[in-house]
Each structure stands twice: as C-alpha cells, then as structure tokens.
C-alpha cells in the first residue's frame, strides 16, 4: 500500500507540472483586460506582455506596460499561481496611453499597495494556426488575455475615407446597394492614422474610437468605442441608419475586416462584419446614382462548401476571382470557374472572395467546411 501511494503522488506531481511548461515557451502579448466587466483593448502601438520563467528551484514573472516593468516571484498549485513578492520600476511614464500600465500593473496584477494576488491560468493552443493563448483570472473575475504573437500595425491601405456601396446578409445571399436608394445618401466612414474615426448615416454624423487586433487565429479586428452621433430624426432611410450605426455601438463587439488596394488602378476596397454572415462593404470612391439593373448582382452555392464553390450573376460579366484566407492572404486565384472552383483543398475557416466583373468588383465571404 505504501509503494502505491508513493507512485500515485508522483503521478500526480509529475502532471501538475506537466501543465505548466506551455506556458514557460512564450512571450505572451497583452490584447485587452476585462476589469469590473468593462473591456480595455491594449491601444495603438502599445507593446504589453508577460513571460515567466522557470529558475530552477523558483519561478518568475516579467511584465512590459508602457514604460515600465514589473517583476515578481510566483508558486504554482495546479493551475493558479500566486505572487510572493513583487516590484515594478519608478520611470515616469511621460508617453501616450500610460493610463493603460495603470491598469495593467495597479488594477490587475497587482494594486497601488503592491498586494500579492493570484491567478487562475487557462491555456490553449492550435497547432494548424500556430496560435496560442493565455487567459489570467483573478479572484474577483478579472481578466487578462493574452497571445503569442505581437498586435503589429494595421495596413496602411485601412487609413482613409470609405465610401459604403452595399451591405450584405445570410452570407451574400441578399444584397442591399446604397445605389438604389431614393431620395439618394452617401454613407461614410473615415478612419485616421490614431484609428479615431468619423463618418456620416442617412443624416447624422458620427464618430469614435477603433481599438485594433490581429492573431493567426481571427485574423485582423477592430473594436469600436466611444461612438457618439448628432442625434438628429432623419426625413427618410432611418432604418438604414440605425443597423449602419449600430456596428459601431457594441464596444464589445469586434470588426471582422478584410482591405484590398490595387496599386496600379488606385482603387481600394473595405469589408467588415459584427455579425457572421453580414458585411458592410465599402470603397475608396462615392456611390454613382444608378439603378437596380445597372449593379451588379452575385449568387455563390453552397455556402457552406465542402468541395466545389459556384459563382452566378444575372447582369454581368466575371473575369476573374481571388479568395484570401482571414488573414488577408491570397490563397487561389482562378479565371475559369465555368464549372465552380475546387476548393477541397483550403483548410476548414472563413474566406473572402473578391469577384471581378466587368461593371466593378465585390468582395463576398464564405465558409469552408
């Protein structure tokens, strides 16, 4: 009986260790804290992260802010952790967002009187997106997420004024186009080098705040905050107004975004959505006042697709298409798709397709099973 419950404790010692090495093999990046419910996205161009490393016979964590660092020795039991002691550096953080170090250090791995705090750690990792992430959770549920690559910066391409031309629904399968609104609106949004953004619905003006992230796992998003409009009851298309505006209400919603720009013609195209399935599409050039039959018009089945992907239209001719994985990438590019296009081939995820015709180009999505 002795021997057994020597090798039932070493069994049980060697796998409440064997959690915690995955996290050891990272620099985990900050991509927001959830603090008394509230989402705090980490801001433009600010690097926060934490490693933790192994000593030996003793274990520590190094967090980055914004200017400064904290260090702290920490004891694992199972998957928590707790700070024994801890320290962070004095340097006067005299660079933008500092106010997020506060909350990085002072109100979540630590406090203003330096109190020892511990965490509850979730991991999980998937090797077909190399994607890994990290999930700490204090006693009083608040959160921190990380993962294990760095946000970067958004593309270029994204910085400018957008002019919406359509909006999408059930995966492309009914379209609305701004074309074909009477009296005549010219929606925009228009997206600075800050991600501050400003834009105009039916009759109202707006703006706000972008927040933006990007892992192997979602792709590229933005997270809208701080949306604010005039307010004023428009004479016609308020519907229209109240679904454009409210994908820039949810601060806790984010953007699934795919821009493209061409750089010999100069045109640029902008997609988003909230919700699966519905996208806003938009391009760097005002709507022209047509009519239903002049836009052209765009069918794809089935949606799901498992094999072969078919592409129809009643008013136009398609030249070619480009399908781009989550990430922005090009994955096929095809110009004889008679017969559909054959994409067993692409791994199971979310693609967009742009479709080039010969009375403009759209971009629709669709889902790989």
Known sequence: MKKLTTLLLVFIAYTTYGQIPEIFEETWHLRFLKLEGDSNYSPLGVISNINFEDNGSSYSAHANGVQNGLIGEITFSGDTFTFTDI??????????????????????????????????????????????????????????????????????????????????????????????????????????QDLSFTGTGSCNDFSGQFFYTNDNFSGARLIANDFQETGETCEYHNGFESYYFSQFIDENGELYFLVDENSSSGEASFSFDLAPGFTFNFRNFPVLATNEETVPKFYMYPNPVDDKLFIKTTNAIIDSVQIFDSLGKLVMKEVDFQNGLTVSSLEPGIYFIQIKSSKGHTVKKFIKK
């Open 87 to 192: 320290s962070i550096s004095l340097l006067d953080c005299d660079v933008p967002n500092c106010y997020y170090e506060n909350l990085y250090f002072q109100d979540f791995l630590t406090t203003e009187t330096f109190d020892l705090k511990t965490f509850t750690y979730d991991y999980f990792a998937s090797s077909l997106y190399d994607y890994k992430s990290l999930r700490l959770t204090d006693s009083e549920d608040n959160v921190a997420f990380y993962v294990n690559t760095p946000i970067g910066m958004p593309d270029e391409a994204l910085l400018r004024t957008w002019h919406l031309h359509s909006m999408d629904a059930d995966l492309g399968e009914d379209s609305d186009y701004i074309a074909n609104y009477n009296p005549p609106i010219s929606p925009t949004l228009t997206i600075n």
